[in-house]
């Protein structure tokens, strides 16, 4: 991921946790989240030169990047603390 493309997944999710803070994810239709991320998804396309459309695709894209590099941290930090208990592992990856 780019540097510039950090700056865009990051500036979304901030933006994300301010809009979305009360709702439930797993119950709140994907529509309704995306309507929701469309101010600041206009901006960056407005500031790139992009279309939304094009914002809301890299938006996916980094997002779906961002959750493989997670867990894949995740699987190296455990398989790094084989043999070590739960306690141990769990309080190295908070």
Same mark, same amino acid.
């Given at each position: 991921?780019?540097? $510039? =493309? +950090? +700056?865009? %997944?990051?500036? @979304?999710?901030?933006?994300? $946790?301010? &809009? ?6 797993? +119950? ?5 989240? %995306?309507?929701?991320? +469309?101010? &600041?998804?206009?901006? @960056?396309?407005?500031?790139? !030169?992009?279309?939304? $459309?094009? &914002? ?5 894209? %980094?997002?779906?990047?961002?959750? &493989? #590099?997670?867990?894949? =941290?995740?699987?190296?930090? %455990? =398989?790094? #603390? #084989? !043999?070590?208990?739960?306690?141990? @592992?769990? =309080?190295?990856?908070?």
């Amino acid at each position: 991921m780019t540097p $510039e =493309n +950090k +700056k865009i %997944l990051d500036r @979304i999710n901030t933006y994300a $946790e301010e &809009v979305l803070a009360d709702i439930d994810p797993q +119950k709140t239709r994907i529509s309704f989240q %995306l309507e929701a991320l +469309k101010p &600041v998804m206009q901006e @960056i396309a407005n500031e790139t !030169g992009q279309s939304l $459309e094009d &914002v809301f695709i890299l938006y996916m894209d %980094l997002a779906s990047e961002a959750s &493989v #590099e997670a867990e894949n =941290n995740l699987q190296a930090t %455990l =398989n790094d #603390e #084989e !043999g070590a208990d739960f306690s141990s @592992i769990a =309080n190295r990856i908070s």
